[in-house]
């Protein structure tokens, strides 16, 4: 068990420094914004969904209704449709720690857990993604809770700030490009992500964008099985 909460942790360190510096600026923008540290917490919480809470504050600010906010969360999340029906086997016997798990698996978290990890023994697979998934999660209530704090003590301009969250997704891109051999996924996704946003535009690209990745890679697991 600690074998495991050792490499956990280890894996998660580079997601931990952009977890709390994400975090940091959600915190600060949503006490900004008038919201207290307690409601930082409960939606880091609760919610835990990255971009998707700093795109919230807006929607709690605005007034949106019920139904465009559970429209804009369905398009800024969509990509997560796709990630939990590839963890399927991978999570199929977790058992107790399936719902978290199901719960917990952001971008980066999924970075971690859909690597084939030979280090990692079979027997301690589910207890290496239970981990990895509840460091991630703390390190971003942290960040939260700590940026709220700051910025009921310090106030200053607080814009550019969620442009955080693009680097650290340039950030995770970077690291499975050099610890991959083939690159041949990574490029499809960035290649069918800007054909997408030239045809759609910004506001409309990402559901057609992941649904032409989904099956992109879908097709380049059949070829790459037949080799």
Known sequence: ?????????VA???????????????????KANGFGILMAFAMSLLI???????VAVGLL???????????????????????????LDRYRQTGRAKP?????LTDETYSLVCQENAHIPPEQKNGYYLFVSLFNHLYWIAGSVMGAVVGSLVRFNSEGIDFALTALFVTVFLEQWLGSRKHTPALI????????LL????????IPAM???????????????HD
Do not use: W
């Not at 998660?12 to 949503?30: A, D, K, Q, S």
């Not at 996704?189 to 997408?196: A, L, R, T």
């Not at 045809?199 to 990402?206: K, N, Q, T, V, Y």
């Open 211 to 225: 649904l032409v990745i989904a099956l992109a890679l879908c097709l380049y697991r059949e070829d790459a099985s």
């Open 189 to 196: 996704g960035v290649g069918v992500s800007v054909i997408c």
């Open 199 to 206: 045809i759609f535009g910004s506001d409309r690209f990402l």
């Open 48 to 54: 835990y969904a990255g971009s998707m809470q700093y």
């Open 12 to 30: 998660t360190i580079p997601v931990m420094t952009g977890y709390l510096v994400l975090g940091f600026g959600f915190g600060i923008i949503m």
């Open 100 to 104: 978290y798990l199901i719960f917990a």
């Open 61 to 87: 600010t605005g007034g949106a209704s019920i139904l465009t906010a559970a429209l804009t969360t369905l398009m800024v999340n969509a990509r997560h449709l796709f990630y939990g029906i590839s963890m």
């Open 1 to 9: 068990m600690k074998q495991t909460l050792r490499s956990a942790f």
